[in-house]
């Protein structure tokens, strides 16, 4: 009992203790022993004690001498002497001649060179017997360098040869032996210090960043790297590096690196502490910081020691600036402590800083006496890493904060997991059940905690578990579920997993699935017959398309005159035609294919084309039903008149081209259709339906705004019957030219924009190229006169194709007035005004108004009044009739009178022989169109051209048209 009892007891003695309010105090109290240590082994400077006598000393520049060494110490002894030599970075060397006075040298035997730049150096002594010795420098002490004069007291002076790179000063004097062990000893003792405390700090670092595995680390051990080489530059024992001796060659790249080093480290750690920094504002200084950073770590493997320090300089300003900017602006922002730790960091380095330029240019060294390099490097350490350790004290409340808030919100999770009204469960990766609440054990468990419901059985939960194969993963699924007397539930089934177990919400959705079928049942079906609609029937062909590219069979059906029914019946009574029609057609064909409504009147049944025979026998004895029998609606007997159409259709394999055939075909059938037949069938073979098909892409790419293949411009004549040898007229014709460069008739092109509104872009098609080409061609159509060019209905009632149209024909402004506009369908004009404002403006502009298919359609003569027209063009289905009907002869008439009352022109479209040629020009008709002049040609061909009868290959046929025009009206 005691043995279990035992290491409890030390578990929360262990864990009062790292809780005890004491343990920051004790650690404040260490923290400032170990900088008093610090102070006092690192503060105590190699300044001159009261034994160190200074020495004086005359100075010459290498490049002033070239002479031997006597005419050197000649040289140098009428210089003035001087107590300190500052190179300003020369690096060429100096001739230094110190003279000795035989008392001095009878007690103090060691001369001294202090200098923490020196890296060459050579040494005589001139005795009185005017020789010159040279002396063994004995050793090197960081700043120290010195030479034994063994008591020499007949030597009259020193003569030295020195080398120095960067800002390097000089400074001699003697001591005595016992001084100069003194001084080295306390070096040593400095130095082993220095370095033993930042490698241990170093390799403490080192271990957490591998620890924790944290970046901060590996910066702040960097940093600390770089400071401990800069103290050794600042203290001059940076000849060593990890035990190896740095030759005097590889020693200024080395200190160039240590101070390049610095500069990165300190803008590495910047970032890691101070996350403003990473702010887009600040995104501009770093990256140019980082890329200075860069530029120093390869000029000092490759540059001079004075340009490197020209750039060092400037940059570590900058820097300095940044840093402190960065530092108060955190500091302004948070109020953070880290931000005071580290300010306090760098206080120290400049400190150190200011100690170092006040001793070396104003030889104040007091406070250098306690703000060297060695100790200001460990202060700035010690407080970067008490900056360190509060960022990290920082990192980890707000760990425990988030652990905190994490911890809260899953205690409520379990209470919403218990409460919850969805059913939860969570089950191990083979499928066996752990936690559930209550919602689930009430609704899917038995009394003897068994799943009630196949699909959570354990197998079934197991597969699930297998199939989502990562952690992290989710599936929903719903679940139909038979139950009682073939009722359908439905489940949904939502799970996702972890490494070891699944999480699951089962939730019955009956209601919700039901509503849904509904909906897409009201969605695919027609809500009066129960027939599918048109999404009905695309989602069959498309279900039937994603297994197999198939051809099918369309057995259509219009009931014709249908407005006609409503009109008579009303709508309660053709509703139920239209019920009852569908009972009967599904009654016939429902086992044949799938039976929709397309539009009010129109009913199709998509068939299989395998089963195509076996339908139509189907279909015609539906036909004959309706023949046979009327449809007993309230008392009433309807006999309906039906267009029949079967579409047979080759292989496709998208929806949008089987329905576009299925819509085109019926409009065929539908135009083609004779009004007085009770019962008509029409069928399209596949051969048929394939070119409907390709007239259906066509029409679908004007939706796109893509011409056709092979669209193009013919021009057919316009002949005066006043004068043969007059100005040519035209009228501009769509055209599609086929492959053997023959001309088709654009006619489907032209229904399918009307019926889809895209006649505004054809028609801005046809003006602009018809403008382009008076224009480029200016020259060979000067004796073109007039180029008629058709505007239909709906064009004209776009305000953008008026406005576009406008600034067109101003862009063209020199063929405006070889313009004509053909108006057509006026009555189809929704704002009259709007295109009495537009004629008006083209008018101005020179352009000539015409009224095309006069007396026909929706035209009449008030619009020729309204709109002031220039020519009206008496509708081809009249003139053809001229001849046989007296009714189209007095109609012919009357125009042209209304005509030429009105001041217009007229001209008869279709004339195609010369009897309608008499008949016209006898009732005064001004102008003819139609193939007994020519059909249209390609526009090309009336360049140059000098008469209509240059078109027409028929030579009998052109003098007797001559004739007829040349012959008195009777």
Not at 580 to 585: G, I, K, R, Y
Not at 711 to 730: H, K, M, N, R, S
Not at 858 to 885: M, P
Request: proline fraction near 2%; charged fraction near 20%.
């Amino acid at each position: 009992m005691y043995a279990v009892v035992a290491p409890a007891k030390l578990f929360r003695f262990l864990q009062n203790f790292q809780d005890a309010p004491w343990i920051p105090f004790f650690s404040g109290v260490l923290l400032v022993c170990f900088l008093l240590v610090s102070f006092v082994n690192l503060s105590v400077v190699d300044h001159q004690t009261s034994e160190d006598l200074p020495v004086r000393f005359s100075v010459l520049a290498r490049d002033e001498v070239k002479a031997s060494l006597f005419e050197i110490i000649d040289k140098l002894q009428v210089v003035s002497p001087q107590s300190i030599l500052r190179t300003h970075l020369n690096e060429e060397p100096y001739w230094v001649y110190a003279k000795l006075s035989s008392s001095v040298l009878f007690n103090n035997n060691q001369m001294y060179f202090r200098s923490r730049h020196l890296v060459q150096s050579s040494c005589w002594r001139h005795d009185e017997q005017d020789n010159l010795i040279q002396l063994i420098l004995k050793s090197n002490q960081g700043r120290l360098i010195s030479a034994d004069l063994n008591g020499k007291v007949d030597s009259l002076g020193v003569l030295c040869q020195f080398s120095f790179i960067g800002p390097a000063s000089l400074e001699m004097g003697l001591q005595t032996g016992s001084s100069f062990t003194e001084s080295t000893l306390d070096f040593e003792r400095r130095q082993g210090f220095l370095e033993g405390v930042l490698y241990l700090m170093i390799g403490l670092v080192a271990l957490a960043a591998i620890m924790t595995r944290s970046s901060l680390f590996i910066c702040y051990g960097f940093w600390l790297f770089a400071s401990l080489r800069l103290v050794a530059l600042s203290e001059g024992w940076d000849h060593h590096l990890f035990g190896i001796q740095l030759t005097s060659a590889i020693l200024p790249n080395a200190r160039m690196m240590a101070m390049a080093m610095y500069f990165a480290s300190t803008l590495l750690m910047l970032s890691q502490l101070f996350e403003n920094v990473r702010r887009e504002s600040w995104l501009g200084v770093m990256r140019a910081l980082q890329g200075t950073s860069i530029i120093l770590l390869l000029l000092a493997l490759f540059s001079s020691y004075s340009t490197f320090l020209e750039l060092l300089w400037p940059m570590s300003l900058l820097g300095a600036f940044v840093v402190v900017w960065v530092v108060v602006q955190y500091f302004l922002e948070r109020r953070d402590r880290v931000a005071i730790y580290y300010m306090a960091a760098m206080i120290a380095t400049l400190t150190g800083v200011v100690a170092e330029i006040l001793a070396a240019w104003f030889d104040q060294t007091f406070l250098l006496q306690f703000f060297n390099s060695a100790s200001v490097t460990v202060l700035a350490s010690v407080m970067t890493a008490v900056a360190l350790a509060e960022f990290l004290r920082n990192a980890h409340r707000q760990q425990q904060a988030a652990a905190q808030q994490i911890e809260a919100a899953h205690e409520r999770l379990e209470s919403v997991f218990d409460i919850a009204p969805s059913s939860m469960f969570t089950c191990t990766n083979r499928g066996q059940l752990l936690t559930y609440n209550k919602q689930f054990a009430d609704y899917f468990l038995s009394r003897t905690g068994q799943p009630t419901f196949d699909f959570l059985q354990p197998q079934h939960l197991n597969a699930l578990f297998n199939l989502l194969e990562q952690p992290g993963r989710s599936s929903r699924r719903e679940l139909p579920v038979v139950v009682g007397e073939g009722q359908t539930r439905w489940f949904e089934l939502v799970v996702s997993r972890d490494q070891h177990q699944l999480v699951g919400v089962v939730s019955d959705f009956t209601i919700r699935k039901d509503r849904e079928l509904a909906l897409q049942y009201q969605a695919t079906h027609d809500e009066l017959t129960g027939a599918l609609n048109r999404r009905g029937l695309q989602n069959c062909i498309h279900t039937i398309l994603q297994k197999r590219t198939a051809s099918f069979t369309f057995f259509c059906l219009e009931i014709k005159q249908f407005t006609k029914l409503i009109g008579a019946y009303g709508v309660t009574v053709s509703d139920q035609l239209l019920k009852s029609f569908f009972t009967e057609l599904y009654r016939y064909m429902n086992t044949q294919g799938e039976v929709a409504r397309l539009h009010v009147d129109q009913f199709v049944v998509l068939v299989n084309q395998n089963e195509t025979l076996a339908a139509e026998e189907t279909f015609t004895l539906f036909l004959e039903r309706l023949s046979a029998a009327p449809f007993l609606l309230e008392g009433r007997s309807i006999q309906v008149s039906v267009l029949a159409t079967i579409v047979v259709q080759g292989m496709v394999d998208n929806v949008l081209d089987v329905m576009d055939t299925v819509e085109v075909s019926m409009q065929e059938s539908g135009s083609k259709a004779k009004r007085n037949v009770s019962l008509e069938k029409v069928v399209f073979e596949q051969q048929q339906t394939r070119k409907l098909l390709e007239q259906s892409r066509t029409i679908r790419g004007l939706r796109d705004q893509k011409l056709p293949e092979g669209l193009t411009l013919a021009w057919q004549p316009i002949f005066p019957l006043d004068t043969v040898d007059g100005p040519l007229y035209a009228e501009a014709l769509l055209r599609i030219q086929a492959k053997d460069g023959s001309l088709n008739s654009a006619g489907f092109l032209l229904e399918a924009c009307e019926r889809d509104g895209h006649t505004a872009f054809l028609d801005n098609w046809v003006l602009t190229q018809s403008l382009s080409f008076l224009t480029e061609y200016a020259d060979q159509l000067q004796k073109l006169s007039v180029l008629s060019i058709n505007v239909s209905p709906g064009s004209l009632n776009d305000e953008i194709f008026l406005q576009d149209t406008l600034a067109l024909i101003r862009a063209h402004q020199p063929q405006a007035a070889k313009l004509c506009l053909e108006i057509t369908e006026v009555g189809s004009v929704i704002n009259l005004q709007a295109v009495q404002q537009f004629i008006e403006q083209v008018r101005t502009l020179g352009v000539r108004i015409a009224l095309d298919d006069f007396g026909a359609g929706y035209s009449n003569f008030r619009y020729a009044i309204d709109l002031h027209a220039d020519v009206i063009k008496i509708d081809g289905s009249i003139i053809k009739n001229i001849c046989h009907s007296t009714e189209s002869h007095a109609v012919t008439a009357a125009i042209v009178g209304l005509a030429h009352d009105l001041g217009c022109k007229c001209v008869a479209e279709w004339v195609e022989d010369l009897h309608t040629l008499r008949e016209v020009k006898e009732l005064g008709v001004d102008y003819i169109q139609g193939y007994l002049i020519s059909p249209a040609v390609n526009c090309h061909r009336f360049l140059g051209l000098k008469s209509p009868f240059d078109l027409s290959q028929d030579s009998d046929r052109t003098r007797r048209i001559q004739e007829i025009v040349e012959s008195a009206t009777c």
